[in-house]
Nanobody
Framework: VQLVESGGGLVQAGGSLRLSCAAS????????MGWFRQAHGKEREFVGS????????YYADSVKGRFTISRDNAKSTVYLQMNSLKPEDTADYYC????????????????WGQGTQVTVSS
Protein backbone atom coordinates (compact mmCIF):
# COMPACT_ATOMS: atom_id res chain seq x y z
CA VAL A 1 0.00 0.00 0.00
CA GLN A 2 1.25 3.44 -0.89
CA LEU A 3 -0.22 6.84 -0.06
CA VAL A 4 1.44 9.84 -1.67
CA GLU A 5 0.55 13.38 -0.65
CA SER A 6 1.19 16.42 -2.80
CA GLY A 7 0.20 20.06 -3.03
CA GLY A 8 1.91 21.51 0.00
CA GLY A 9 3.79 24.77 -0.08
CA LEU A 10 4.09 28.29 1.22
CA VAL A 11 1.00 30.49 1.31
CA GLN A 12 0.09 33.77 2.95
CA ALA A 13 -2.46 33.94 5.73
CA GLY A 14 -5.95 34.04 4.30
CA GLY A 15 -4.91 32.06 1.25
CA SER A 16 -5.85 28.58 0.05
CA LEU A 17 -4.17 25.32 -0.81
CA ARG A 18 -5.45 21.98 -2.01
CA LEU A 19 -3.64 18.85 -0.95
CA SER A 20 -3.99 15.56 -2.76
CA CYS A 21 -3.31 12.02 -1.61
CA ALA A 22 -3.06 9.32 -4.25
CA ALA A 23 -3.51 5.76 -3.04
CA SER A 24 -2.37 2.50 -4.58
CA UNK A 25 -2.22 -1.10 -3.50
CA UNK A 26 -5.59 -1.12 -1.75
CA UNK A 27 -9.24 -1.21 -2.67
CA UNK A 28 -9.71 2.50 -2.18
CA UNK A 29 -13.48 2.52 -1.83
CA UNK A 30 -13.25 0.17 1.15
CA UNK A 31 -11.20 2.64 3.17
CA UNK A 32 -12.06 5.69 5.18
CA MET A 33 -9.50 8.37 4.45
CA GLY A 34 -8.24 10.69 7.12
CA TRP A 35 -6.07 13.78 7.17
CA PHE A 36 -3.76 14.59 10.05
CA ARG A 37 -1.20 17.28 10.68
CA GLN A 38 1.86 17.63 12.83
CA ALA A 39 3.42 20.94 13.71
CA HIS A 40 7.05 21.12 14.74
CA GLY A 41 7.45 19.85 18.28
CA LYS A 42 3.81 18.85 18.63
CA GLU A 43 1.86 15.63 18.44
CA ARG A 44 0.10 14.55 15.29
CA GLU A 45 -3.48 15.77 15.34
CA PHE A 46 -6.63 14.78 13.54
CA VAL A 47 -7.86 17.18 10.86
CA GLY A 48 -10.77 15.30 9.35
CA SER A 49 -11.94 12.21 7.57
CA UNK A 50 -14.25 11.11 4.78
CA UNK A 51 -16.30 7.96 4.54
CA UNK A 52 -15.87 5.20 1.98
CA UNK A 53 -17.81 6.75 -0.88
CA UNK A 54 -17.68 10.32 0.40
CA UNK A 55 -21.16 10.55 1.82
CA UNK A 56 -19.99 11.74 5.20
CA UNK A 57 -17.20 13.92 6.48
CA TYR A 58 -16.00 14.76 9.96
CA TYR A 59 -13.69 17.61 10.99
CA ALA A 60 -11.76 18.83 13.96
CA ASP A 61 -13.22 22.00 15.46
CA SER A 62 -10.04 23.89 14.60
CA VAL A 63 -10.64 23.53 10.86
CA LYS A 64 -14.41 23.23 10.62
CA GLY A 65 -15.81 25.67 8.09
CA ARG A 66 -12.39 26.31 6.52
CA PHE A 67 -11.25 22.88 5.34
CA THR A 68 -13.12 20.47 3.09
CA ILE A 69 -12.29 16.84 2.39
CA SER A 70 -13.43 15.15 -0.80
CA ARG A 71 -12.53 11.99 -2.66
CA ASP A 72 -12.57 10.58 -6.16
CA ASN A 73 -12.77 6.82 -5.93
CA ALA A 74 -12.24 6.44 -9.68
CA LYS A 75 -8.84 8.08 -9.22
CA SER A 76 -8.13 6.57 -5.78
CA THR A 77 -7.43 10.07 -4.55
CA VAL A 78 -8.53 12.09 -1.55
CA TYR A 79 -8.29 15.87 -1.34
CA LEU A 80 -8.01 18.43 1.41
CA GLN A 81 -9.13 21.89 0.36
CA MET A 82 -7.83 24.44 2.85
CA ASN A 83 -9.23 27.96 2.80
CA SER A 84 -8.73 30.96 5.05
CA LEU A 85 -5.40 29.58 6.15
CA LYS A 86 -3.87 30.79 9.38
CA PRO A 87 -0.25 30.71 10.57
CA GLU A 88 -1.29 28.10 13.13
CA ASP A 89 -2.19 25.76 10.26
CA THR A 90 1.53 25.45 9.51
CA ALA A 91 2.41 21.76 9.77
CA ASP A 92 3.26 18.62 7.89
CA TYR A 93 0.03 17.15 6.56
CA TYR A 94 -0.51 13.42 6.26
CA CYS A 95 -3.22 11.28 4.77
CA UNK A 96 -4.12 7.96 6.32
CA UNK A 97 -6.36 5.02 5.48
CA UNK A 98 -8.39 2.62 7.59
CA UNK A 99 -11.55 0.58 6.99
CA UNK A 100 -13.28 1.97 10.09
CA UNK A 101 -15.27 5.19 10.35
CA UNK A 102 -14.82 8.08 12.77
CA UNK A 103 -11.35 7.24 13.98
CA UNK A 104 -9.48 10.24 15.35
CA UNK A 105 -6.42 8.67 16.93
CA UNK A 106 -3.41 8.44 14.68
CA UNK A 107 -2.40 5.03 15.94
CA UNK A 108 -5.73 3.58 14.85
CA UNK A 109 -5.07 4.09 11.15
CA UNK A 110 -3.54 1.28 9.14
CA UNK A 111 -1.69 3.12 6.38
CA TRP A 112 0.09 6.47 6.12
CA GLY A 113 1.60 8.72 3.54
CA GLN A 114 4.95 10.43 3.89
CA GLY A 115 3.48 13.89 4.42
CA THR A 116 3.58 17.23 2.66
CA GLN A 117 4.63 20.48 4.26
CA VAL A 118 2.34 23.47 4.53
CA THR A 119 3.67 26.81 5.70
CA VAL A 120 1.36 29.77 6.27
CA SER A 121 3.08 33.11 6.61
CA SER A 122 1.55 36.00 8.52
Amino acid sequence: VQLVESGGGLVQAGGSLRLSCAASGLTFSRYVMGWFRQAHGKEREFVGSISWIGGSTYYADSVKGRFTISRDNAKSTVYLQMNSLKPEDTADYYCAADPRWRLQAADEYDYWGQGTQVTVSS
